[in-house]
């Protein structure tokens, strides 16, 4: 979770420590002791004023009176070290290409270049060093909120359900569905040797279904039911028009889903989605691919093992050996290597970026050339694509990230709390003062 990106440039124009404003100042000294660490008065200092700058071209937003706007950056400033004394302890450290990119992106989301940025931050009298810094410290708090609060939260299933089907439900308002039907029957008094069949046969018309297969073929060849003789087609319906058996399975599927195998007390259905009307719906793209994989080693440098790479794929394009014999034999991969190289249908983007990519672009039926990945080098075929409806779990998945937005706050905030609670906190002049 990357909660800093949005407001990072705002939080690190608040947050600009000792340093930033090169105009002299009298010499520093102590403000605040926080466990290990000091907080200086230039920190103070350099942040009302970034405070102040930022007010300037905000006039929406009023500053406070000096007395609590001086409490709300001190406060601010005990946080933020606090955070980043965890940060130590987690050995979380932003190297400085990380930095560059979180810059960037800065720049990016305001719209201007990073010469753009540096330029203004010069105009307000900021130093881009300590602004990088600032930006630094911003994203390596961040980090070390994100990993305790993470321990903290817990989602259960059921409550993904519960509002994925409250969203679903206000989505579905006069959403219409264009579906086909296949109906297995299954006779009254039916063995269990005869229910399994029938089962089975309804898992398999799935599985061709999935491949491809033309509903409307199968619907005439297999269905028992009221629309067998059009192809399954029941044309356009709302939920509230369909039959409840129907109207139950369906939930946010999108264009091409195909719903079942589900029983009723007539036997099997298989649904398929045709098209849809008035939902926002989620498709992707996933690849049937196989590949060969051979790790370097200390015996096994980076040329020989592209150059085995390229004597198999020889092999196989010459018809040799097979894919799956090489792989079985040849491939580092166990998991694959078993199954002749198969990796199934999968998405491109559960892939590291050099795989993705030759997945995503290679036609299929083509063995690419030798390439490297983090894992090694690798040959790969793509075997197949289809598109998948992904509506039901797009769903799902923002029903988790709506849960777990709500509950990271609420959590952060106490953790942040129960952070400051524990934590040693002195104020040398106010010590002073009342001493």
Excluded: C
Excluded at 45 to 67: E, F, G, H, Y
Excluded at 391 to 418: G, H, P, S
Excluded at 420 to 433: C, S
Aim: proline content about 3%.
């Amino acid at each position: 979770m990357k909660n800093w990106k949005s407001s990072l440039l705002g939080i690190a124009l608040l947050g600009l420590s000792a340093g930033t404003v090169a105009a002299p100042q009298e010499l520093d000294r102590v403000v605040t002791i926080v466990n290990d660490s000091v907080i200086l008065k230039s920190d103070v200092d350099a942040m009302i004023k970034t405070v102040r700058m930022n007010a300037a071209s905000d006039q929406s937003k009023p500053l406070p009176p000096d007395n609590i706007l001086s409490q709300q950056v001190m406060d601010q400033l005990i946080m933020e070290t606090l955070q980043l004394q965890q940060a130590k302890q987690f050995g979380i450290r932003v190297d400085d290409t990380r930095l560059d990119q979180a810059i960037a992106q800065i720049a990016k989301e305001r719209k201007i270049t990073l010469a753009q940025l540096q330029t203004l931050l010069a105009r307000n009298g900021i130093s881009f060093p300590m602004f990088r810094e600032q930006i630094r410290r911003d994203i390596t708090a961040s980090e070390a909120r994100t990993i305790q609060v993470r321990r903290r939260i817990n989602i259960l299933p059921q409550e993904v359900e519960t509002l994925a089907t409250q969203l679903s439900q206000q989505e579905q308002q006069g959403v219409r569905y264009n579906i086909s039907h296949i109906q297995l029957r299954l006779e009254d008094g039916a063995t269990a040797q005869e229910r399994e069949a029938v089962a089975d046969e309804a898992n398999t018309l799935v599985k061709e279904l999935q491949d491809g297969a033309d509903f409307a073929n199968l619907a005439y060849s297999y269905s028992k039911g009221p629309k067998a003789l059009q192809g399954g087609e029941w044309g356009w319906l709302r939920k509230e028009e369909m039959p409840t058996i129907f109207a139950d399975q369906i939930t946010s599927q999108g264009k091409g889903a195909i719903i079942g195998p589900f029983r009723s007390g007539v036997g099997y259905h298989i649904i398929k989605v045709n098209n849809v009307e008035g939902l926002e719906t989620v498709s992707v793209t996933e690849v049937n691919a196989r590949h060969i994989l051979v790790k370097t080693s200390v015996i096994l440098s980076d040329d020989a093992a592209k150059k085995e790479l390229e004597e198999a794929r020889q092999d196989i394009l010459s018809g040799k050996r097979t894919f799956a014999d090489v792989a079985q034999s040849l491939s580092a991969d166990p998991g694959s290597a078993v199954n002749g190289g198969q990796l199934g249908w999968q998405t491109p983007d559960l892939y590291v970026p050099e795989f993705k990519n030759k997945v995503e672009t290679l036609p299929t039926g083509v063995i690419s050339e030798p390439f490297k990945t983090v894992h090694g080098w690798h040959i790969v075929e793509v075997t197949g694509r289809r598109d998948v409806d992904r509506t039901d779990a797009a769903v799902k998945n923002r029903a988790y990230r709506i849960l777990f937005n709500r509950k990271f706050n609420e959590e952060a905030q106490a953790w942040l709390q129960e952070l400051r609670a524990g934590a040693f906190i002195e104020q040398p002049e106010a010590t002073n003062d009342q001493g």
